[in-house]
Protein backbone atom coordinates (compact mmCIF):
# COMPACT_ATOMS: atom_id res chain seq x y z
CA UNK A 1 0.00 0.00 0.00
CA UNK A 2 1.36 3.51 -0.88
CA UNK A 3 1.47 5.93 1.58
CA UNK A 4 -1.56 8.18 2.27
CA UNK A 5 -1.63 11.32 3.94
CA UNK A 6 -4.87 13.59 5.40
CA UNK A 7 -5.55 16.43 7.83
CA UNK A 8 -6.89 15.79 10.56
CA UNK A 9 -9.81 18.59 10.99
CA UNK A 10 -11.72 17.37 14.09
CA UNK A 11 -11.98 15.29 16.48
CA UNK A 12 -14.55 13.35 18.56
CA UNK A 13 -14.42 11.16 21.38
CA UNK A 14 -16.32 9.57 24.24
CA UNK A 15 -15.42 6.81 26.88
CA UNK A 16 -16.53 6.56 30.51
CA UNK A 17 -15.75 9.29 32.63
CA UNK A 18 -14.35 11.31 29.71
CA UNK A 19 -17.28 12.66 27.49
CA UNK A 20 -15.41 14.31 25.10
CA UNK A 21 -12.19 15.24 23.21
CA UNK A 22 -11.15 18.20 25.45
CA UNK A 23 -11.69 15.96 28.63
CA UNK A 24 -9.76 13.20 26.93
CA UNK A 25 -7.02 15.37 26.51
CA UNK A 26 -6.63 16.75 30.10
CA UNK A 27 -6.81 12.85 30.86
CA UNK A 28 -3.66 12.36 28.83
CA UNK A 29 -2.01 15.79 29.32
CA UNK A 30 -2.78 16.45 32.97
CA UNK A 31 -3.68 13.16 34.67
CA UNK A 32 -7.02 14.40 35.06
CA UNK A 33 -8.97 11.71 36.37
CA UNK A 34 -12.10 10.64 34.51
CA UNK A 35 -15.32 11.86 35.85
CA UNK A 36 -19.09 10.58 36.72
CA UNK A 37 -20.44 8.11 33.73
CA UNK A 38 -23.49 8.96 31.65
CA UNK A 39 -25.18 7.77 28.39
CA UNK A 40 -24.10 9.56 25.49
CA UNK A 41 -26.87 11.72 24.36
CA UNK A 42 -26.43 12.97 21.02
CA UNK A 43 -28.15 16.03 20.04
CA UNK A 44 -28.41 14.93 16.26
CA UNK A 45 -31.15 13.35 16.87
CA UNK A 46 -35.25 14.36 17.47
CA UNK A 47 -35.60 13.68 21.53
CA UNK A 48 -38.07 10.85 21.19
CA UNK A 49 -35.68 9.16 18.42
CA UNK A 50 -32.82 10.13 20.81
CA UNK A 51 -33.95 8.04 24.18
CA UNK A 52 -35.02 5.37 22.23
CA UNK A 53 -31.33 5.06 20.16
CA UNK A 54 -29.38 2.32 21.56
CA UNK A 55 -25.92 2.85 22.78
CA UNK A 56 -24.15 2.07 19.36
CA UNK A 57 -26.08 4.53 17.60
CA UNK A 58 -25.80 6.94 20.77
CA UNK A 59 -21.81 6.97 20.73
CA UNK A 60 -21.37 6.77 17.33
CA UNK A 61 -23.69 10.17 16.18
CA UNK A 62 -22.16 11.93 19.31
CA UNK A 63 -18.46 11.15 18.62
CA UNK A 64 -19.54 12.03 14.86
CA UNK A 65 -21.29 15.13 15.32
CA UNK A 66 -18.39 16.71 17.57
CA UNK A 67 -16.21 15.59 15.21
CA UNK A 68 -17.54 17.19 12.52
CA UNK A 69 -18.35 20.41 14.86
CA UNK A 70 -14.17 20.63 15.58
CA UNK A 71 -13.66 20.97 12.16
CA UNK A 72 -16.53 23.37 10.95
CA UNK A 73 -17.86 20.79 8.78
CA UNK A 74 -21.64 20.51 7.66
CA UNK A 75 -22.44 16.87 8.55
CA UNK A 76 -24.50 16.80 5.78
CA UNK A 77 -22.04 17.36 3.27
CA UNK A 78 -19.52 14.71 4.44
CA UNK A 79 -18.95 10.81 3.25
CA UNK A 80 -18.67 8.74 6.48
CA UNK A 81 -16.90 5.58 7.32
CA UNK A 82 -18.22 3.84 10.48
CA UNK A 83 -16.37 0.99 11.91
CA UNK A 84 -17.51 -1.27 14.42
CA UNK A 85 -16.18 -4.70 15.54
CA UNK A 86 -19.44 -6.20 16.70
CA UNK A 87 -22.31 -3.64 15.98
CA UNK A 88 -24.55 -3.36 18.90
CA UNK A 89 -23.57 -6.69 20.95
CA UNK A 90 -26.26 -6.35 23.68
CA UNK A 91 -29.49 -6.51 20.64
CA UNK A 92 -27.16 -9.32 18.36
CA UNK A 93 -27.53 -11.47 21.75
CA UNK A 94 -30.90 -10.43 22.68
CA UNK A 95 -31.49 -11.75 18.95
CA UNK A 96 -30.06 -14.92 19.21
CA UNK A 97 -31.82 -15.51 22.65
CA UNK A 98 -35.31 -14.88 20.95
CA UNK A 99 -34.78 -16.72 17.83
CA UNK A 100 -34.11 -19.81 19.99
CA UNK A 101 -36.74 -19.58 22.52
CA UNK A 102 -39.62 -17.76 20.72
CA UNK A 103 -39.11 -16.38 16.94
CA UNK A 104 -42.19 -14.35 16.61
CA UNK A 105 -41.68 -12.37 19.84
CA UNK A 106 -38.96 -10.68 17.92
CA UNK A 107 -38.99 -7.06 18.38
CA UNK A 108 -39.15 -4.79 15.68
CA UNK A 109 -37.40 -1.88 17.11
CA UNK A 110 -34.84 -4.08 17.95
CA UNK A 111 -34.37 -6.19 14.49
CA UNK A 112 -34.31 -2.60 12.94
CA UNK A 113 -31.24 -1.57 15.83
CA UNK A 114 -29.30 -5.13 14.82
CA UNK A 115 -27.87 -4.35 11.54
CA UNK A 116 -24.53 -3.38 12.10
CA UNK A 117 -25.20 -0.29 9.55
CA UNK A 118 -27.68 1.04 11.89
CA UNK A 119 -25.46 3.88 13.34
CA UNK A 120 -24.57 4.93 9.49
CA UNK A 121 -28.20 5.02 8.82
CA UNK A 122 -29.07 6.93 12.25
CA UNK A 123 -26.20 9.59 10.95
CA UNK A 124 -27.47 9.70 7.26
CA UNK A 125 -31.30 10.07 8.17
CA UNK A 126 -30.27 12.78 11.54
CA UNK A 127 -28.02 14.89 9.29
CA UNK A 128 -29.94 14.87 6.52
CA UNK A 129 -26.80 13.25 4.57
CA UNK A 130 -27.23 11.94 1.28
CA UNK A 131 -23.21 11.58 0.61
CA UNK A 132 -22.55 8.12 0.92
CA UNK A 133 -21.49 5.78 4.18
CA UNK A 134 -19.75 2.62 4.81
CA UNK A 135 -20.75 0.42 7.76
CA UNK A 136 -17.25 -1.71 7.67
CA UNK A 137 -16.03 -4.41 10.48
CA UNK A 138 -12.80 -6.47 10.70
CA UNK A 139 -12.74 -7.70 13.99
CA UNK A 140 -9.70 -6.20 16.10
CA UNK A 141 -8.79 -4.46 12.98
CA UNK A 142 -12.16 -2.67 11.97
CA UNK A 143 -10.30 1.13 12.89
CA UNK A 144 -7.52 0.95 11.02
CA UNK A 145 -8.90 -0.66 7.79
CA UNK A 146 -11.69 2.42 8.43
CA UNK A 147 -9.02 4.55 8.34
CA UNK A 148 -7.53 2.89 5.50
CA UNK A 149 -10.92 3.56 3.59
CA UNK A 150 -11.32 7.20 4.84
CA UNK A 151 -8.16 7.60 3.13
CA UNK A 152 -8.49 5.64 -0.01
CA UNK A 153 -11.41 8.12 -0.17
CA UNK A 154 -9.44 11.53 0.19
CA UNK A 155 -7.19 10.09 -2.54
CA UNK A 156 -9.70 8.97 -4.96
CA UNK A 157 -10.96 12.71 -5.19
CA UNK A 158 -13.28 13.42 -1.88
CA UNK A 159 -12.52 16.78 -0.17
CA UNK A 160 -12.92 15.72 3.41
CA UNK A 161 -14.38 12.24 4.97
CA UNK A 162 -15.86 11.47 8.14
CA UNK A 163 -14.86 8.58 10.04
CA UNK A 164 -16.35 7.10 13.17
CA UNK A 165 -15.25 3.88 15.57
CA UNK A 166 -17.73 2.73 18.49
CA UNK A 167 -18.02 -0.74 20.40
CA UNK A 168 -20.18 -1.27 22.84
CA UNK A 169 -20.62 -3.77 26.48
CA UNK A 170 -21.01 -7.47 25.62
CA UNK A 171 -24.01 -8.94 27.45
CA UNK A 172 -24.99 -13.24 27.77
CA UNK A 173 -23.90 -15.93 25.89
CA UNK A 174 -22.37 -13.55 23.17
CA UNK A 175 -20.51 -11.18 25.58
CA UNK A 176 -18.62 -14.24 26.90
CA UNK A 177 -17.62 -14.84 23.18
CA UNK A 178 -16.83 -11.87 21.66
CA UNK A 179 -15.76 -9.81 24.70
CA UNK A 180 -16.15 -6.32 25.11
CA UNK A 181 -16.39 -3.83 28.38
CA UNK A 182 -18.11 -0.43 28.10
CA UNK A 183 -19.17 1.94 25.65
CA UNK A 184 -16.33 3.78 23.46
CA UNK A 185 -16.26 5.93 20.54
CA UNK A 186 -13.89 8.15 18.55
CA UNK A 187 -14.25 10.26 15.40
CA UNK A 188 -11.96 12.36 12.72
CA UNK A 189 -13.19 14.66 10.24
CA UNK A 190 -10.08 14.14 7.42
CA UNK A 191 -9.38 16.50 4.56
CA UNK A 192 -7.60 16.02 1.98
CA UNK A 193 -3.96 17.58 2.16
CA UNK A 194 -0.99 18.11 -0.45
CA UNK A 195 1.02 14.77 -1.18
CA UNK A 196 4.26 16.90 0.71
CA UNK A 197 2.58 15.93 3.90
CA UNK A 198 4.15 16.13 6.99
CA UNK A 199 6.80 18.80 6.05
CA UNK A 200 3.79 21.17 5.57
CA UNK A 201 1.79 20.89 8.75
CA UNK A 202 0.86 24.68 9.32
CA UNK A 203 -1.95 24.69 11.62
CA UNK A 204 -3.75 21.41 12.12
CA UNK A 205 -2.65 17.66 12.57
CA UNK A 206 -1.16 16.18 9.51
CA UNK A 207 -1.35 12.13 9.30
CA UNK A 208 0.83 9.86 6.99
CA UNK A 209 -0.50 6.50 6.91
CA UNK A 210 1.46 3.03 6.18
CA UNK A 211 0.50 -0.66 5.98
CA UNK A 212 3.59 -2.46 6.68
CA UNK A 213 4.60 -6.25 7.38
CA UNK A 214 4.72 -6.45 11.43
CA UNK A 215 2.38 -7.36 14.87
CA UNK A 216 1.36 -3.83 16.54
CA UNK A 217 3.13 -3.71 19.94
CA UNK A 218 0.79 -3.22 22.54
CA UNK A 219 0.75 0.14 23.75
CA UNK A 220 -0.65 1.60 26.75
CA UNK A 221 -0.94 5.49 26.97
CA UNK A 222 -3.81 6.82 29.54
CA UNK A 223 -6.58 6.46 26.98
CA UNK A 224 -5.22 2.60 25.98
CA UNK A 225 -5.33 1.75 29.33
CA UNK A 226 -8.81 3.64 30.22
CA UNK A 227 -10.88 1.97 27.56
CA UNK A 228 -8.95 -1.03 27.70
CA UNK A 229 -11.50 -3.57 27.92
CA UNK A 230 -13.49 -2.43 25.05
CA UNK A 231 -13.76 -4.24 21.57
CA UNK A 232 -12.54 -0.79 20.08
CA UNK A 233 -9.62 -0.61 21.98
CA UNK A 234 -6.95 -0.74 19.25
CA UNK A 235 -8.01 2.61 18.10
CA UNK A 236 -6.59 3.96 21.00
CA UNK A 237 -2.82 4.35 20.17
CA UNK A 238 -3.70 6.94 18.00
CA UNK A 239 -5.98 9.00 20.02
CA UNK A 240 -3.28 8.60 23.22
CA UNK A 241 -0.44 9.87 20.45
CA UNK A 242 -3.14 12.90 19.37
CA UNK A 243 -3.92 14.22 23.04
CA UNK A 244 -0.04 13.58 23.68
CA UNK A 245 1.32 15.18 20.72
CA UNK A 246 3.17 12.45 19.76
CA UNK A 247 4.55 11.97 16.28
CA UNK A 248 3.67 7.64 15.68
CA UNK A 249 1.10 5.40 16.42
CA UNK A 250 1.27 1.62 15.18
CA UNK A 251 -2.19 0.31 15.00
CA UNK A 252 -3.31 -3.53 14.24
CA UNK A 253 -4.38 -3.76 11.15
CA UNK A 254 -4.83 -6.92 10.45
CA UNK A 255 -2.81 -10.84 11.02
CA UNK A 256 0.75 -9.85 10.81
CA UNK A 257 0.04 -6.38 9.69
CA UNK A 258 0.21 -2.56 11.14
CA UNK A 259 -0.98 0.31 10.00
CA UNK A 260 2.11 3.09 10.87
CA UNK A 261 0.45 6.33 11.34
CA UNK A 262 2.92 9.20 11.68
CA UNK A 263 1.42 12.96 12.81
CA UNK A 264 2.93 16.26 12.57
CA UNK A 265 1.39 18.86 15.03
CA UNK A 266 1.77 22.22 13.55
Avoid at 39 to 63: C, F, I
Avoid at 66 to 95: K, Q, W
Avoid at 126 to 154: K, M, N, V, W
Avoid at 188 to 217: I, K, M, N, Q, W
Wanted: proline share 8%; net charge negative.
Amino acid sequence: MNTLAARIEGIGFWAPGLPSWDAARAHVREATPPGDTARPSPKLLAPNERRRAPPSVSVALEVALAACEAAGRDPAALPSVFASTHGDLAITDYMCATLADDPRAISPTKFHNSVHNAAAGYWTIGAGCLRPATALSAHRASFAQGLIEALAQLACGDEAVLLAAYDTEGTGPLGAISESHGLLGGALVLAACPESGLREAGDGVLLRATLVDADAPTRHGPLARHGAGNAMAPMLPLFDALAGRGDLALLHAGHGRTLRVELAHG
